[in-house]
Every structure is written in C-alpha cells, then in structure tokens.
T-cell receptor, first 114, second 109 residues
Framework: DAMVIQNPRYQVTQFGKPVTLSCSQT?????MYWYQQKSSQAPKLLFH???????NEADTPDNFQSRRPNTSFCFLDIRSPGLGDAAMYLC?????????????FGPGTRLTVT | GQNIDQPTEMTATEGAIVQINCTYQ??????LFWYQQHAGEAPTFLSY????GLEEKGRFSSFLSRSKGYSYLLLKELQMKDSASYLC??????????FGKGTRLHILP
C-alpha cells in the first residue's frame, strides 16, 4: 500500500531540456515537501506546500519550480537542468508542520542529466 | 548558522551494539528525528525525541540532551539488514527540518 508515490523512479534528461517530476500521496496530508539529495549528502529542502501555501527556501535556485494542483499531487519542474542538478529528488508529506510530526518519504526519483 | 554533525561512517559486527552520535546547533529546537536510509531508497522514520531522556523502540533507542545539543541512536543485536545510512534531523523554531549528512553504518558478519 504505497502512501507516497513518485514517478518516474529514474529520469534521464538532456542539459537544458525541461523536466517534471511527480509525487502523489494517499495519506491526505496537508504538507508536501521536495528535497534534493546528492550522493553522501544530507537531503536539502527545496520548498514545501502547506495546503496551497507555497514556501520557497531562500537558496533554492529559480530554475526549480513547483505546483500543487490538489491535496494529492505535487510536481517539481526543473526549467533548464544543468549537470549539477543530477541528484535524487525526494518527495515527503506530513500531516502538518507541528512539533512531533514526522515525514513520510516517497521512494525518490533519480535524475540523470546528459 | 544551522549545523548538524554526525560521523561519516561506522563499522560494527553482527550481533553487537553500536551508538551513533549527533550534535546540533540550530535556531531553536522543536524535536529531533532519526531516519534510516538504505542505499538508493527513501529515508524511513525511526524515532523522535523532544524531551531529554531515552526513547526505546525494540532494538533501537534514541537519547536526547537538549542542554548539550546532543543525541545518539543506539542499535542493539545488529543484523546485516541494519547496514544503511542513519540521518539525524532537527526541527527548528520555524518548524523547518534540517538533516545531517548521515552516518553510513557497515555491518560485518
């Protein structure tokens, strides 16, 4: 019973060619997050949605955009991928953003940029 | 600045006990999480501490000292399947979760 689903699991795109990663959840959680994780590094928060409220991290490049059309779905758009954007992209959800609430992670999408 | 430190790698023997330490300096504190992450997979939640002391959950226990900015994850009766990275994460005063780089644990037979 998958709760946080990410498609595709592996994505190859060309340098500069826009790509969209998708995430869906069956938990009806209010908050959805996108993280970037490079090899042997900590997951880095790109942005999150609390319901429809979008919260961008200050150091997230403009190249990264997100959409949340409804509670269940959230998309990560990379407008012009560079070689440095190759990473694992993790989607996570949480019931809310308060104390004690932990995150459920999806399996991730590994992005390769050629 | 925000900083979470944990050892990069550790090695232990099957059946033994291992302690993974984490120290943090963050803008406020609203709880500390431990996650397990197998190679190429998503992190999965292990434990949560917000008050000082030890939380035990089966073979895994997690300890917190807020005054020292310190936590550890204790794994007992190690199994080969425990080979993974263990991520320490802190929720700050804005409820933002900051992850450490993780400790890669190798289990030897």
């Amino acid at each position: 019973d998958a709760m946080v689903i990410q498609n595709p699991r592996y994505q190859v795109t060309q340098f500069g060619k826009p790509v969209t990663l998708s995430c869906s959840q069956t938990l009806n959680h209010n908050v959805m997050y996108w993280y970037q994780q490079k090899s042997s590094q900590a997951p880095k928060l790109l942005f999150h949605y609390y319901d429809k409220d979008f919260n961008n991290e200050a150091d997230t490049p403009d190249n990264f955009q997100s959409r949340r059309p409804n509670t269940s779905f959230c998309f990560l758009d990379i407008r012009s991928p560079g070689l440095g954007d190759a990473a694992m992209y993790l989607c996570a959800t949480s019931r809310d953003a308060g104390t004690g609430v932990f995150q459920y992670f999806g399996p991730g999408t590994r992005l390769t940029v050629t | 600045g925000q900083n979470i430190d944990q050892p990069t790698e550790m090695t232990a023997t099957e059946g033994a006990i291992v302690q993974i330490n984490c120290t943090y300096q963050t803008s406020g504190f609203n709880g500390l999480f431990w996650y397990q992450q197998h190679a190429g997979e998503a992190p999965t939640f292990l434990s949560y501490n917000v008050l000082d002391g030890l939380e035990e959950k089966g073979r895994f226990s997690s300890f917190l000292s807020r005054s020292k900015g310190y936590s550890y994850l204790l794994l007992k009766e190690l199994q080969m399947k425990d080979s993974a990275s263990y991520l320490c994460a802190v929720r700050d005063y804005r409820d933002k979760i900051i992850f450490g780089k993780g400790t890669r644990l190798h289990i030897l037979p």
